[in-house]
């Protein structure tokens, strides 16, 4: 089994080694945001270009994307006509 976070496979272990029983309310807390451990996701998404942390790299990015759904989205609606 592949777990995609640190806190939901210590907490599997702990299951599995009886230190937290089936029949216990068991709350897991997921604090982090992914970005020190994004080497699980290798493989798993097809690799895109890495923009560096700047606001306005940031929001060009989100623009870019925007323009490319809108243009998408006008290819579907001369399809479906």
Not at 25 to 54: F, H, M, W
């Amino acid at each position: 089994m592949l777990f995609r976070s640190v806190t939901t496979a210590v907490t599997a272990r702990l299951y599995a080694h009886g230190r937290i029983q089936r029949d216990e309310l068991t709350v897991s807390c997921i604090t982090g945001n992914g970005l020190k451990t994004t080497d699980c996701l290798n493989g798993a998404y097809e690799q895109s270009e890495a923009i560096r942390p700047r606001l306005a790299d940031f929001e060009t990015y989100v623009e870019e994307q925007a323009a490319a759904r809108q243009q998408l989205s006008l290819a579907w609606e001369s399809y479906v006509r």
